[in-house]
C-alpha cells in the first residue's frame, strides 16, 4: 500500500500541465523516496466529482464520487510506495473539506496525513494567461479590456482566502510555493514540484517536451474567430476546451508560427493593482513572510506597454485567410456535433486523460472515420493559424 498521498491542486496557469507530464513520464528518479503517480494524465474527473458547483444531478454526482474515488483507494492498495502523487488544478476551486470528507469515506488512512501542494502565480500574469488562456478553450471571447474589467467579479484571483482555507484545514501538510521563476528551484517549476514533493531528497530528472504553451497575441487573436464559429455552431463548453487544448498542442510543436508575446499596457496593470493589492498583501503576509505578489503587481505596472496590443485579427491575417478559418471551424463544429463520442474519445487517449479507446466503443467504424475527420480538418486550420506567407507555403 501506498505510505501517504500528496494531492497537487494547481492553481491553473502554474505549470499543471508540464508537472503532469513530468509524473506521466516518471522523469523524476530518486533513490531515497519512492512514488507512484495517477494512471490518468490529470485528476480533474476526482476534483470535478467533488466540486459542488458542478454536480448539477445530486445523485448522479454521488455515482460519480464513490466509482472515482473508490478506483483511487484501489489504486493505493495496490501499489507498494512512499508517495502516490495526484494531480488535477481543479482541487484549487474546490472546498478543502470537500476532499477531506472524500478521503475520510474512501481512503481514511491519509485523511491526518495527505499532503497538499498548489502554486500560486503572481495577479497581473495570470490574469493575462488566464485571458489567453479562456480565449484557446472558448470560455472568453472578449477583448482584454472587458477581461480585465471582469476580474472584479471573478473569485479565482482572491488568492489569499481561498488559500487560507486549505492551510486552516490541513495545517503544516499544506504548500503553497510561489510561481516565480527566482523563486522556483533552477527556476523551474517540474524541479520545484519535486523538490517540494520529496522534502528535499536528492533527485534527477529527465528533460521533458515543452506543453500547454501559451499562444502568441495573433494566435489568440485569430482564436477569438475560431472559437466563435465553434460556439454559434452550437459546440458545447467541453468540446471547445479539448479542440482548444489540441490546437494549443499542435502549435506548440509547429515551426514558422508567430512568436508575438502578450503584454499588459500600464493601464492594465495599474487596473490589476487596484484590484487585488489588498489580495497581494494578505497573501505576502500570510504565506511569504516578505511583499513577494505586491512587488509583482508594482513590476507589471513598470513593465507595461504605453498602448494596448491589438487583438483585431485583421490586423495580422487577410480576410481570406481569416474565412478559411471559420469554414473550417465549421466543418469540425458538424463533425463532433454530429459524434461527440469521436475524436474527444481519441484526443482524450492520446494525451492520457483516460484509458479506453475507440476500440472498447459501440460504432467502432463509425467513431474513427469520425476522428480521422477532425483530425485532417486540425492539420487545415493549424495551417491557416501561421503567418500569411508560411500558411500560403503550407
Same mark, same amino acid.
Given at each position: 500500500m501506498i505510505g501517504n498521498l500528496v494531492f497537487h491542486i494547481g492553481d491553473p496557469k502554474n505549470g499543471s500541465s508540464s508537472i503532469q507530464q513530468a509524473m506521466q513520464q516518471r522523469a523524476c528518479h530518486c533513490e531515497t523516496v519512492s512514488y507512484v503517480c495517477q494512471e490518468e494524465l490529470n485528476?480533474? $474527473?476526482?476534483?470535478?466529482?467533488? *466540486?459542488?458547483?458542478?454536480?448539477?444531478?445530486?445523485?448522479? /454526482?454521488?455515482?460519480?464520487r464513490k466509482l472515482l474515488f473508490s478506483?483511487?483507494?484501489?489504486? @493505493?492498495?495496490? +501499489? !507498494? @510506495?512512499?508517495? /502516490?502523487?495526484?494531480?488535477?488544478?481543479?482541487?484549487?476551486?474546490?472546498?478543502p473539506k470537500a476532499l477531506i470528507k472524500a478521503l475520510e469515506e474512501f481512503m481514511p488512512q491519509y485523511t491526518e496525513t495527505a499532503r497538499i501542494v498548489a502554486y500560486v502565480r503572481p495577479h497581473a500574469g495570470r490574469a493575462l494567461s488566464g485571458y489567453a488562456q479562456r480565449v484557446k478553450t472558448g470560455t472568453e471571447l472578449c477583448t482584454l479590456d472587458e477581461s480585465i474589467e471582469g476580474q472584479k467579479k471573478r473569485r479565482m484571483l482572491k488568492y489569499a482566502q481561498r488559500f487560507l482555507r486549505w492551510q486552516n484545514k490541513f495545517g503544516d501538510r499544506f504548500t503553497l510555493r510561489p510561481f516565480l521563476r527566482s523563486e522556483m528551484r533552477d527556476g523551474d517549476v517540474v524541479a520545484d514540484f519535486f523538490e517540494?514533493?520529496?522534502? =528535499? @531528497?536528492?533527485?534527477?530528472? *529527465?528533460? %521533458?517536451?515543452?506543453?500547454?504553451?501559451?499562444?502568441?497575441?495573433?494566435?489568440?487573436?485569430?482564436?477569438?474567430?475560431?472559437?466563435?464559429?465553434?460556439?454559434? *455552431? /452550437?459546440?458545447?463548453?467541453?468540446?471547445?476546451?479539448?479542440? =482548444?487544448?489540441? %490546437?494549443?498542442?499542435?502549435?506548440? $510543436?509547429?515551426? =514558422?508560427?508567430?512568436?508575438?508575446?502578450?503584454?499588459?499596457?500600464?493601464? +492594465? @496593470? !495599474?487596473?490589476?493593482?487596484?484590484?487585488?493589492?489588498?489580495?497581494?498583501?494578505?497573501?505576502?503576509?500570510?504565506?511569504?513572510?516578505?511583499?513577494?505578489?505586491? /512587488?509583482?503587481?508594482?513590476?507589471? %505596472?513598470e513593465k507595461g506597454l504605453l498602448q494596448g496590443q491589438s487583438l483585431e485579427p485583421l490586423d495580422y491575417y487577410p480576410e481570406t485567410q481569416l474565412w478559411r478559418l471559420e469554414r473550417i471551424a465549421g466543418d469540425i463544429a458538424r463533425l463532433v456535433n454530429a459524434q461527440p463520442r469521436g475524436w474527444r474519445l481519441e484526443y482524450q487517449r492520446r494525451i492520457g486523460q483516460r484509458l479506453d479507446r475507440i476500440e472498447d466503443q459501440k460504432d467502432t467504424e463509425v467513431l474513427r472515420e469520425n476522428a480521422t475527420r477532425v483530425w485532417a480538418l486540425l492539420d487545415e486550420l493549424i495551417a491557416e493559424l501561421l503567418p500569411p506567407k508560411a500558411a500560403a507555403a503550407e
Open positions: 485528476a480533474s $474527473a476526482m476534483a470535478y466529482a467533488i *466540486d459542488p458547483k458542478r454536480r448539477a444531478e445530486k445523485e448522479q /454526482g454521488k455515482k460519480r478506483q483511487k483507494a484501489d489504486w @493505493a492498495r495496490s +501499489h !507498494e @510506495a512512499d508517495l /502516490g502523487l495526484i494531480s488535477a488544478e481543479f482541487f484549487s476551486a474546490v472546498p517540494t514533493v520529496l522534502q =528535499g @531528497a536528492p533527485f534527477r530528472l *529527465d528533460p %521533458i517536451s515543452s506543453t500547454n504553451e501559451s499562444l502568441s497575441l495573433e494566435e489568440v487573436a485569430a482564436m477569438r474567430r475560431v472559437q466563435r464559429r465553434l460556439v454559434a *455552431d /452550437g459546440v458545447p463548453e467541453f468540446m471547445r476546451l479539448s479542440l =482548444g487544448g489540441a %490546437i494549443g498542442r499542435a502549435l506548440a $510543436a509547429t515551426p =514558422g508560427r508567430y512568436r508575438t508575446k502578450m503584454a499588459l499596457s500600464r493601464a +492594465h @496593470a !495599474e487596473a490589476l493593482k487596484t484590484l487585488f493589492v489588498e489580495d497581494a498583501e494578505q497573501l505576502d503576509q500570510s504565506f511569504f513572510g516578505r511583499p513577494l505578489m505586491v /512587488g509583482e503587481l508594482n513590476a507589471a %505596472i
